[in-house]
Every structure is written in structure tokens, then in C-alpha cells.
């Protein structure tokens, strides 16, 4: 049998399936703080999935600096041939 391994992810769950043990005893790191920063900062915030480990939260904060980086890139590419 193997072991029990954390999720990277929380679904929506409906209120009653809140008191799961692995969320209960959760305290925030630095990673966690600096993902919510990150993604209020650059609205590129997910909205029905949630990142509970630290990996997936790094993961998709890497995702959403490539999308910023393309859409500047873009826009930068933009003036350059319109001046």
C-alpha cells in the first residue's frame, strides 16, 4: 500500500467537506504568501481550482509570467511597427 501524499490541488467542494485534516493543519510558508501576492498583483489569479502545495503554486506563478511576458512582447512588438 502507499502512502498517502498530499494534493497539489483542491476542487470546489461543497461547505460540508471542509474539515479534511490536510487542510485543518496547513500553516502558510513564504511560498504561499508570496503566490497570493503574485497573483493579486497580476490578476492571473485561478478561480476554481485551488494550488495547495508549494510546487503547484510555483508552478503556476512560472505559467503566468510567461503569459505576462508574451502579451509585453506582443505589445512591444505592436509599437514598434505601428511608430
Given at each position: 500500500?502507499?502512502?498517502?501524499?498530499?494534493?497539489?490541488?483542491?476542487?470546489?467542494?461543497?461547505?460540508?467537506?471542509?474539515d479534511?485534516?490536510e487542510?485543518?493543519?496547513?500553516?502558510?510558508g513564504?511560498?504561499?504568501?508570496?503566490?497570493?501576492?503574485?497573483?493579486n498583483?497580476?490578476?492571473?489569479?485561478?478561480?476554481?481550482?485551488?494550488?495547495?502545495?508549494?510546487?503547484?503554486?510555483?508552478l503556476?506563478?512560472?505559467?503566468?509570467?510567461?503569459s505576462l511576458?508574451?502579451?509585453?512582447?506582443?505589445?512591444?512588438?505592436?509599437?514598434?511597427?505601428?511608430?
Amino acid at each position: 500500500m502507499r502512502p498517502r501524499q498530499s494534493r497539489p490541488f483542491r476542487l470546489p467542494v461543497p461547505a460540508n467537506d471542509l474539515d479534511d485534516r490536510e487542510i485543518r493543519d496547513w500553516l502558510p510558508g513564504f511560498v504561499d504568501y508570496f503566490f497570493l501576492a503574485f497573483t493579486n498583483a497580476t490578476a492571473f489569479s485561478p478561480t476554481d481550482t485551488l494550488p495547495l502545495s508549494q510546487r503547484a503554486k510555483l508552478l503556476m506563478m512560472a505559467e503566468s509570467m510567461i503569459s505576462l511576458l508574451t502579451i509585453a512582447l506582443v505589445a512591444a512588438r505592436a509599437v514598434n511597427i505601428l511608430a
